[in-house]
C-alpha cells in the first residue's frame, strides 16, 4: 500500500504508517529445501559486488534473530555473528550488531551437518 504525496507542510499522521505494519511477519523462509526460522543458524555467503564488509563477512555463520519483509515485499534475514563479542547487542536489535541478507546469501547449517553424517 502506498501513501499519496503528502501536499508541503503536512505532516504525517501515525495511522498512516500503522497501515505500513499490517503485514503478518513470516515464521519461515525455504533455503535450498529447508525451512529457516528465528534461531537457525547458517553461513554467510554475501553476494559480489558489495564493499569490505560482506568481504569479512563471507563464510561466517551466524543465527538468524528474524525475518523482516520491506515494503517492496522482499524478505531479508536479519542475523547476528555467532563469533561477535557483542552477540547479546545483537539479539536485542541494537544497531551495529545485526545484518540484514537476502534468502540468497544464506546457506542453512543443516545442510553442512547432512553432509557431514555421509
Partial sequence: M???MMPEGVEHN???WQLLEEKQPLESVRVFGIDLRRGDRVRLWPRGGGDILDI????QTAIIEAIEQDYENKIHFAVVLDDDPGRDLGMLRQPGHRFFFSPEEVEPLALDEAEGQD
Fill in 2 to 4: 502506498k501513501i499519496p
Fill in 56 to 59: 569479512a563477512l563471507a563464510g
Fill in 14 to 16: 501515525e495511522l498512516d
